[in-house]
């Protein structure tokens, strides 16, 4: 069974900065294809970044592009989010997702396995 658990998140004004970190499980990291997504209240569940089980490509979601970095450590078994330039918009519960299979993965179908969430507030 693998399990994922997120932390990192918090309080933060509009401009600052949070990392968000996903624990893992077993051997997860390094033979899942793994990814980022959050929810705000009132929405669905979208989209913010993903990276392939080699960690060779990554994507990212248009709003998050060039203030996000999506990357991995095999060793430690965890995948992180680095999140710059933070916006109000950029408030929600955010989870970390693997997945079967080689390459990077924007569509939520594609994910078996996700963590319970961790908040992210950003104040203007």
């Known amino acids: 069974q693998v399990q994922l658990v997120e932390s990192g998140g918090g309080l933060v004004q509009a401009g600052g900065s949070l990392r968000l970190s996903c624990a893992a499980s077993r051997r997860t990291v390094s033979s899942y294809a793994m990814g980022w997504f959050r929810q705000a209240p009132g929405k669905e569940r979208e989209f913010v970044a993903a990276?392939?089980?080699?960690?060779?490509?990554?994507s990212y979601a248009d709003p998050v592009k060039g203030r996000f970095t999506i990357s991995k450590d095999n060793i430690k078994n965890a995948m992180y989010l680095q999140m710059n330039s933070l916006k109000p918009e950029d408030t929600a519960v955010y989870y970390c997702?693997?997945?079967?299979?080689?390459?990077?993965?924007?569509?939520?179908?594609?994910?078996?396995?996700w963590g319970q969430g961790t908040q992210v507030t950003v104040s203007s």
């Open positions: 990276i392939a089980r080699n960690g060779g490509s990554t």
């Open positions: 997702a693997a997945r079967t299979g080689f390459s990077s993965s924007y569509v939520i179908s594609d994910y078996s396995y």
